[in-house]
Each structure stands twice: as structure tokens, then as C-alpha cells.
């Protein structure tokens, strides 16, 4: 298996802009997790997926922020409009199960100007 | 909600010293979870601990869970150049995990 597959690497956008994220998880993966990576704040949970169905969205910051899981190999993050703020690196992860350990894609580095 | 804290934030070595970790949550832990990232990469799982007091050991990683299953610790012998990188600690509430911030560690050679 490749892993977890997130797209694009990298993203410059200007504030303002509609930002998507795209997200493959592991095949019979059945939780998937976004999260937000900065300097001040760390690792953030933003919300996770168990079989498609989104089960806790708390840390998603505001309504700006929406995600989607259509089927059980793609998932997405969205942010519309994207403010400077949003800047980060966000990482996609998933799980299978109770099994121990959570697989890290290799984050899209999002920068808003 | 839960929270866990980590300390220190950042550890400076000469390679060859020893390095360690502390990791403290606000509640009691079903189990929790150590990751690494190296500079520019992505969270690695490195081990989990479940039992209350459970030592394991990995090579020169010595990892531990506290008797009350509030805190835990990451133990380095003898640092090398490849352990660079941001030790987290997680601890698991339901089925996601909340980080700790995490400690930089640099060795130098």
C-alpha cells in the first residue's frame, strides 16, 4: 500500500480564495483524521470520520472549514473564503479501527496571502 | 476536555548524552501513544502503552506510563544524529487522538 496519499503538497493561495485538500487514506481504513499543524498551536485535531460518517467536528475552527467524505477512499477539507490565519500544515491520518496506531499522510502546506 | 502537556519544549545534546521526555495529562488515560517527526516530514508512530506502570523499551528509546495512567515518559540513551526531530505524545480519547506540543530535540555531533 502507498499509505496515506494527500494532495497538493503545497498550496499558495490568496486571502480570500477557496482552498481544498484532498485526502486517500489507507485501503480498509475505517477512521480517517484531519488535523492542523502550526508553530503556536501544535497538532489539532479538526475532525475525524468513522465509515464515511463524520463523528466529531469540534475542532473544526469556524464555518469557514468544511470536510467531506463521499466513500471510503477520498475525503476532503475545505476552506472558503481562506484568511492568512489559516496558514499551516494540515495532515490527513488514518486508522483501522481500534488497531493502535494512526498512519500520518505527508501534509499539504498551505500558505495564504 | 482533555488535555496533555509536554516538557520541555525544546532539548539542545552533544551526541552521546541521554534525553528525556515527560508527558502529563489533565485525565486519566485509556492508553497513550508516542510519534516522532523528523524536520519537514510527517508524525511516525513509534509505540503505544496501554497497562498501568508498562515499560518498553525500543533499542535506546525506554518509554513508560504511570501508575496512574496520568503521565508518561520517553528516555533517549546516548542521543545520535538520526534521533533529530519533534517527540509527541498522545493520548487517546475515544478514537482520536490530542497531541501534546511536542519536544524539538537537536543533538550535535
Known amino acids: 500500500d502507498a499509505g496515506v496519499i494527500q494532495s497538493p503538497r503545497h498550496e499558495v493561495t490568496e486571502m480570500g480564495q477557496e482552498v481544498t485538500l484532498r485526502c486517500k487514506p489507507i485501503?480498509?481504513?475505517?477512521?480517517l483524521f484531519w488535523y492542523r499543524q502550526t508553530m503556536m498551536r501544535g497538532l489539532e485535531l479538526l475532525i475525524y470520520f468513522n465509515n464515511n460518517v463524520p463523528i466529531d467536528d469540534s475542532g473544526m475552527p469556524e464555518d469557514r472549514f468544511s470536510a467531506k467524505m463521499p466513500n471510503a477512499s477520498f475525503s476532503t477539507l475545505k476552506i472558503q473564503p481562506s484568511e492568512p490565519r489559516d496558514s499551516a500544515v494540515y495532515f490527513c491520518?488514518?486508522?483501522?479501527?481500534?488497531?493502535?496506531?494512526?498512519?500520518f499522510g505527508q501534509g499539504t502546506r498551505l500558505t495564504v496571502v | 476536555g482533555q488535555q496533555v502537556m509536554q516538557i520541555p519544549q525544546y532539548q539542545h545534546v552533544q551526541e552521546g548524552e541521554d534525553f528525556t521526555t515527560y508527558c502529563n495529562s489533565s485525565t486519566t488515560l485509556s492508553n497513550i501513544q508516542w510519534y516522532k517527526q523528523r524536520p519537514g516530514g510527517h508524525p511516525v508512530f513509534l509505540i503505544q502503552l496501554v497497562k498501568s506502570g508498562e515499560v518498553k523499551k525500543q533499542k535506546r528509546l525506554t518509554f513508560q506510563f504511570g501508575e496512574a495512567k496520568k503521565n508518561s515518559s520517553l528516555h533517549i540513551t546516548a542521543t545520535q544524529t538520526t534521533d533529530v526531530g519533534t517527540y509527541f505524545c498522545?493520548?487517546?480519547?475515544?478514537?482520536?487522538?490530542?497531541f501534546g506540543k511536542g519536544t524539538s530535540l537537536l543533538v550535535t555531533p
Open positions: 485501503s480498509g481504513h475505517d477512521y
Open positions: 498522545a493520548g487517546k480519547a475515544g478514537y482520536a487522538l490530542n
Open positions: 491520518a488514518s486508522s483501522h479501527g481500534k488497531a493502535t496506531e494512526a498512519f
